[in-house]
């Protein structure tokens, strides 16, 4: 006789299930046919290739951005990989940021040349200088793909999308990383952008308790893009799915939240004599402002300031406050501080701080929604005072 087996039960929850398999089975071999072979029924295989608290969240995740289609991975670097790595092919030119974020600095300086591509590595200071040399490389070489990001890490630059493409090949693929800008507050998708993807562990779950990457865009390039995911596996497990899931219900709210508390706290700064500069694209003195005006709907919680002062000196300043946790991440429910140079940038020599345009006086603080933001403005001046 067959074996019996359970058939499951409390369909109607209101939240959606934690899948934790590794295996999916098959009743018979028609089953297999219809479901593995011809993907008519809703069914899995393996837990490397499908999982239902995933299909549900990307689900979510694709109405969110606005996109065909979504896959989710391991992190935010998981994501970004996979996806050069689908679309780019040996002989290929890219172009990418000359600040974003060090990490994808990284994959296109020494993993991506190890495979043939060639990178194009250009300042996006100046949002003119850059859509120049991005029309300059475009006419000297076939580039198959540019990635941007907006805003970047640490300075919060933005970019002139809409004149970029003017300037791209009608085939060269678009990627943005939107980690510090997710909907709503940003809707990469509908600027043109073929490709978004956000390191999830940020905003988008929220509360500093997963790490998870997403990649949002055209569903025939995902399609490509998920081939290289089912053979690799950089997959997260069900119960981040589900979490991911759980903190996109408060998304919205989270946002308005963080915008209101990012803008209060960098006018204040602003206001400072002790500090020496304040990057937040949500005030005029930011020197993509009118860039922020025309993209964003709202600039989020993570400011950067500078201090007139030398590395020791600003690690002096950062030990005194006693709100903020010196750690590195942002979007989370508590306030996080970190030192840009001795922090994140410990490993750059002074002409790779320079290159990028950090000082030794560089602080990046990323505001959290539990947090009553005076207690961490009378932190602050308290802790300025003191220099």
Known sequence: MPKKRNIETYNNSVNIPVYNSASYYFDDRKQVIEGLHKRELP????????????????????????????????????????????????????????????????????????FGIIAHEVSIVDPEEFINQVSILSKKHNIKLIHLEMPS????????????KAVLDKKTIVTMDSSFAPPPNFYALDWGVDIA????????????????????????????????RDTTGPIPDGQVAYLLNRSLHTLNLRMKDTNEKGLKVATFLQSRSEI?????????????????KKYLNGHGGVITFTLDLNEERTGHFVDKLKEPFMASN??????????????????????????????????RLALGFIDDIDVIIADIRKALSSL
């Open 43 to 114: 069914v899995g295989r393996y837990g490397r290739y499908n999982n239902p608290t995933w299909v549900y969240v990307e689900k979510r995740l694709s109405e969110l951005s606005k996109a065909e289609d979504t896959l989710i991975f391991s992190s935010g670097m998981a994501a970004h990989f996979t996806t050069f790595i689908s679309l780019l092919e040996s002989g290929d030119h890219v172009i990418f940021p000359a600040e974003c974020y060090r990490q994808v600095r990284n994959i296109f300086h020494k993993i991506l040349p190890k």
């Open 330 to 363: 942002f979007g989370a429910p508590q306030t996080l501080i970190e030192q840009s140079t001795f922090f994140t940038y410990y490993e750059y020599s002074e002409k790779e701080l320079d290159d990028i345009g950090v000082s030794y006086g560089t602080v």
């Open 276 to 292: 020496k500069n304040v990057l937040y694209t949500g005030l005029e003195t930011h020197p993509h402002f009118s860039l922020g």
């Open 197 to 228: 993807i956000f390191s999830g562990t940020k905003y988008l779950s929220g509360h500093g308790d997963i790490i998870v990457g997403v990649v949002s865009g055209k569903k025939y390039l995902l399609e490509k893009i998920n081939w290289y």
């Open 153 to 164: 890490s640490p300075h919060m630059y933005l970019i002139d999308l809409c004149k970029v």
